[in-house]
């Protein structure tokens, strides 16, 4: 499905405008998800084991623009890397935005945030991260060890409840990565990051991990609390992998209880 600029998906709320931009799609086959028969993946993933790459883009009331994320950029060839056609679709050049907020550095988050020649992609902007995911990943052989390396200067560590200003405030969900963290908004949303990889198999079973959480036991015990807070709540949310399917129509969605899960409630 090509996405054109009016049909992108949106939330608006607390002067933000939130927009939702698909930057590739990536496989996610039964071995991502351990502990869990390959058959019940299979009927969780029948629609396709494809999940979308989800960039986020803010526009605030006084004109200043946020990423959230930056997609894979070049990292995984064809799959990704649509985010800057994307922004031009939406008016939006990459000396344009103002912060790039990275939910955690894996390469799916983090790709788009240097050009090929290895030149920050974002020219004013400001690189946010979490302090205890730039300290983990800080010096390490990885993509998000090698963005720090090529950017550091222009990293700004934030700290768990952190007030980023435009009524955003950083929401610490460790577990998928030490430092994973997603944003509250003000005007009544959030965004969960790498919370839910896989909506079918996790709603229902919150257990349900994968094999890139980095503390599997925490990243589990993170999400129930958190999916029982955006039921009990009500609050619209979305996600870096909340997928569109002809099933699950928009990446944003509210939640509710149903018996020791969770399924989708009209928004
Ligand atoms: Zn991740």
């Given at each position: 499905?090509?996405?054109?600029?009016?049909?992108?998906?949106r939330w608006q709320g607390g002067g933000t405008t939130l927009l939702?931009?698909?930057?590739?799609?990536?496989?996610?086959?039964?071995?991502?998800?351990?502990?869990?028969?390959?058959?019940?993946?299979?009927?969780?993933?029948?629609?396709?084991?494809?999940?979308?790459?989800?960039?986020f883009l803010l526009r605030h009331a006084d004109g200043s623009l946020d990423l959230v994320?930056?997609?894979?950029?070049?990292?995984?060839?064809?799959?990704?890397?649509?985010?800057?056609?994307?922004l031009?679709?939406q008016g939006v050049a990459p000396g344009d935005i103002d912060r790039v907020i990275?939910?955690?550095?894996?390469?799916?988050?983090?790709?788009?945030?240097?050009?090929?020649?290895?030149?920050?992609?974002f020219?004013k902007a400001a690189?946010l991260?979490?302090?205890?995911?730039?300290?983990?990943?800080?010096?390490?052989?990885?993509?998000?060890?090698?963005?720090?390396?090529?950017?550091?200067?222009?990293?700004r560590?934030v700290?768990?409840?952190a007030d980023l200003g435009h009524g955003l405030r950083?929401?610490?969900?460790?577990?998928?990565?030490?430092?994973?963290?997603?944003l509250h908004f003000a005007g009544g949303f959030?965004?969960?990051?790498?919370?839910?990889?896989?909506?079918?198999?996790?709603?229902?079973?919150?257990?349900?991990?994968?094999?890139?959480?980095?503390?599997?036991?925490?990243?589990?015990?993170?999400?129930?609390?958190?999916?029982?807070?955006?039921?009990?709540?009500?609050?619209?949310?979305?996600?870096?992998?909340?997928?569109?399917?002809?099933?699950?129509?928009?990446?944003?969605?509210?939640?509710?209880?149903?018996?020791?899960?969770?399924?989708?409630?009209?928004?």
């Amino acid at each position: 499905m090509t996405q054109g600029p009016e049909q992108t998906p949106r939330w608006q709320g607390g002067g933000t405008t939130l927009l939702c931009l698909r930057d590739g799609t990536l496989g996610l086959g039964a071995d991502v998800f351990p502990g869990v028969p390959a058959e019940r993946v299979a009927a969780a993933h029948r629609g396709g084991d494809a999940v979308d790459v989800n960039v986020f883009l803010l526009r605030h009331a006084d004109g200043s623009l946020d990423l959230v994320d930056t997609g894979c950029g070049a990292l995984y060839g064809e799959a990704g890397g649509q985010l800057v056609a994307l922004l031009a679709a939406q008016g939006v050049a990459p000396g344009d935005i103002d912060r790039v907020i990275f939910t955690h550095l894996h390469g799916d988050h983090v790709g788009g945030a240097l050009t090929e020649a290895g030149e920050p992609a974002f020219p004013k902007a400001a690189y946010l991260a979490h302090e205890v995911d730039i300290a983990h990943w800080r010096g390490k052989d990885s993509h998000g060890g090698r963005l720090l390396a090529a950017c550091g200067d222009r990293f700004r560590a934030v700290q768990s409840g952190a007030d980023l200003g435009h009524g955003l405030r950083t929401w610490l969900l460790p577990g998928h990565t030490p430092g994973h963290m997603g944003l509250h908004f003000a005007g009544g949303f959030a965004l969960v990051g790498d919370l839910l990889h896989s909506l079918p198999l996790q709603l229902p079973d919150p257990s349900v991990h994968t094999k890139f959480d980095i503390d599997s036991t925490q990243a589990s015990r993170v999400r129930a609390q958190a999916l029982a807070w955006l039921a009990e709540s009500g609050v619209p949310f979305s996600g870096s992998h909340i997928t569109t399917t002809p099933v699950s129509p928009s990446p944003i969605l509210r939640i509710a209880r149903q018996g020791s899960g969770y399924l989708r409630s009209p928004l």
